[in-house]
């Protein structure tokens, strides 16, 4: 028997951005068998809730995952993943890339994994010594003060779409060409406490994403016709985006994460080695109450 209280909810977030829509467009929280409450809300924000213990499992930045990796663990076979292109994290820039990245760099304040990857990016792979400024997602402001700017999600996508006169640098593609390997951006990450408490919850939580995400990825025609209903764009555009993203944590995924973690800790990024371990239903030692 799973330990805690049972009229306790579980507190869940969910990335707002469009790219996790595969895994949720059949996840129905309220058909779980335990009350559970859901936050919807930019990745910086679930970091921080996550981080701060007002969630016990959210999807966040892979990066926030490292900066505390032994206080949390990972559900299985989830992720928001590219090996290559990611198209959503763009680096928007006037001058090539490789020039513009020399200045200023305007960074969104909704990432914590990418804007971390353009650091190790510009200085590891470039050499480079850029100032940087965390900025709102606003493409314009950004590149007032700035000669590059990154952005994220449906911020990225957007921009895009409206701003055909800027060099457009995709940081999934900048990776994989430079160390061969695929970027896991976010992870689904549930905290130490939360799964002593409630491995049962955990296990059905982890079982009905699994299940969605299988569902989703079947079929992405419904996911990307809501994502053009809401957010306009092609049905073709948004099939392309959904296909392109990877969902899963293979061993190739958490190689290139380990690489970026060890990258990340190499420039003092990172405080500490972020050791990577995966929530399995036989992790935690259940206490019996
Ligand atoms: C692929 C993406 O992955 C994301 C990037 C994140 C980050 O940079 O911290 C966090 C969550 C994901 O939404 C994207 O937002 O475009």
Redesign the pocket.
Known sequence: MGGGNVKEPLRLGR?L?T??WPVYHYFDPSSLSFPATTRVEL??VL?RLLLEGELDMS??????YGTAADQFMLLPNLS?S?DGP????LCFSKKPFAEAIQGRIALTN??????N?LKIIAEKAYGAKPEYVTCEPDLEQMLEHADAALL???H??RADWSNAAYTVTDL?AEWKNWTGKSMT??VWTVSKQAAARHPDRIGELAAALAASKRRGLEDLTPVARQAQAELGGELAYWLGYFEN?NYDLTAERLDGLELYFRYAREMGLLPQEAGIEIWTDNTEIRVNE
């Open positions: 990335i951005y790219n996790v990745p910086a970091n999807p966040v930045s892979s990066f926030a928001v590219a990611v198209k959503s994290i909704t990432s914590a994994t990418s804007i990857l994220i999600g449906d990225a996508i999934g951006f976010a993203l």
